[in-house]
């Protein structure tokens, strides 16, 4: 049974986080805090195999709780954020996993079976050490002011065939709705990412990427042309050579967008 303790300061998503391992038979939430010095008195009092751990947490943070911990109180860490350039950089290390928020319940138990596979894999001293190393890569990215300053997204980490896969920004084409996902085409591929296109949108910059109709966001760099073949028919040609339609109650802002960043008037 692999024991865990999950630290977050917000309830809700505690609250996930407890519910979600309940219903995983081989895993035991054995207690949880809601600040980082809370978390802190959890695992050394509990010693847990794994720790749930919020990155941004008002006061007292993950980072802070990581560098207080001496290397034998060092458990396995699986990153909970909602940042995929924080996520990015926890998954290239084998000794941590990430989960993104909003918690999904397949994501989670993969990351603790991760997690159970590689318990024994090394001593609680290199854990440590390795863990130190990509702690201070994620607080460089912080302290910086990379997910403060600059408010929009760089990269997303999205499916494809089974993996994830790195989608930098600059090299997004457009955006589609799919169900409960969004699909990202970029340079002639396409990779699955689930949420929400209004979700996309509030992570995209404006003055980059514009709305063409409820189900799609294109980059306005990428317009070719606008065509009119009919009356009421809107067209956008990417420089890809793809047509995407347009909707009605969109075409001004791809006016105005195009009039602000090529000179255009709108």
């Known amino acids: 049974m692999l024991s865990v303790v999950a630290v977050d300061d917000e309830a809700l ?25 809370e978390g802190l008195e959890l695992i050394r009092q509990l010693r847990p195999d ?102 929009y997204a760089r990269e997303f980490w999205a499916q494809r065939r089974g993996d994830f896969v790195r989608v930098p920004v600059d090299q997004l084409d457009w955006v589609e709705a799919e169900r409960d996902y969004v699909r990202l085409h970029a340079r002639g591929q396409s990779y699955m990412l689930r949420g929400t296109l209004a979700t996309m949108e509030s992570r995209l910059d404006p003055e980059v990427f514009v709305r063409i109709r409820r189900s799609a966001l294109i980059r306005a760099d990428r317009i070719e042309a606008i065509r009119k073949p009919n009356y009421g028919d809107y067209r956008v040609i990417l420089t890809s050579g793809q047509e995407l339609r347009v909707g009605k109650t969109y075409l001004r802002s791809i006016r105005n967008l195009l009039a602000t960043t090529v000179g255009l008037r709108a």
Not at 92 to 105: G, Q, R
């Open 13 to 37: 998503a505690l609250r996930r986080l407890e519910i979600a391992v309940s219903q995983m038979p081989d895993a035991s939430l054995i207690g949880k805090a809601r600040s980082g010095r």
């Open 50 to 151: 794994v720790v749930l751990l919020d990155i941004q947490m008002s006061g007292f943070g993950g980072f802070d709780l990581l560098d207080s911990l001496e290397p034998e109180e060092v458990p396995l860490v699986i990153f909970v954020t909602a940042f995929e350039s924080f996520a990015a950089r926890a998954f290239e290390v084998s000794a941590v996993d990430y989960v993104l928020k909003p918690v999904e319940f397949e994501r989670l138990s993969a990351a603790l079976n991760r997690a159970r596979r590689n318990l024994h894999l090394a001593t609680s001293e290199q854990r440590a050490a390795e863990l130190r190393t990509v702690v201070a890569q994620l607080r460089g990215r912080s302290e910086v002011g990379e997910e403060r300053d600059q408010p």
